[in-house]
C-alpha cells in the first residue's frame, strides 16, 4: 500500500469516527486532525461554490495535506490526500486562519479557497473524482 493511500485510510477512518458526533463542521475537522495525528492548517466557509460550503486541510508527514469539503447541503463531507504541490494555495488560508479574529473579519479569504477548490476541482481531486472519498460528516 502506497504512503498516501495509507494516510487517506487513516483519514476516511478519522472522519467516521467523529460523523455522529454532536459537533460543528470545524470542531469536527479539529477532532479529525487530532485523531489522524496531523495538524488543522484551516477551516473557512467558501461563499459562491455551487458544491462546497466549508473547506479544511490537515498537515500530515511526509508532505501530505488532507483536505475535507462539506458540501452545499451540510450533509456530506469529501476528503482527499494531495500533496505538497498544493501549498501555494492552502499557504494564503493557513495565514488567515492564524490571525485573530478581528484581523480574519477585515480580509476575505473566499478567493485563496475558491482557487484551492478549483485547483483540486482540476486536479481530480474533487467532486465527481475517484481519489473522492464520501462519508457524511
Known amino acids: 500500500m502506497a504512503v498516501d493511500e495509507l494516510d487517506l485510510m487513516v483519514l476516511r477512518l478519522a472522519v467516521e ?8 463542521f470545524a470542531e469536527k475537522a479539529a ?17 459562491g461554490d455551487a458544491e462546497v460550503q466549508r473547506v479544511a486541510a490537515i498537515r500530515y508527514q511526509g508532505d501530505q495535506i488532507g483536505v475535507l469539503a462539506l458540501d452545499r447541503q451540510g450533509l456530506v463531507t469529501h476528503q482527499c490526500i494531495v500533496n505538497g504541490t498544493f501549498s501555494h494555495f492552502t499557504t494564503p488560508l493557513e495565514n488567515w486562519h492564524s490571525m485573530p479574529l478581528s484581523m480574519q473579519a477585515k480580509i476575505d479569504a ?3 479557497a475558491s482557487l484551492f477548490l478549483g485547483a483540486l476541482r482540476n486536479a481530480g481531486h474533487l467532486l465527481g473524482s475517484y481519489h473522492l472519498a464520501r462519508m457524511h460528516l
Not at 469516527?17 to 460543528?24: A, D, G, I, N, T
Not at 477532532?31 to 461563499?47: N, Q
Open 110 to 112: 473566499n478567493g485563496h
Open 17 to 24: 469516527s467523529v460523523r455522529s458526533l454532536s459537533l460543528s
Open 31 to 47: 477532532e479529525v486532525a487530532t485523531r489522524s495525528r496531523g495538524i488543522l492548517l484551516f477551516d473557512v466557509r467558501v461563499d
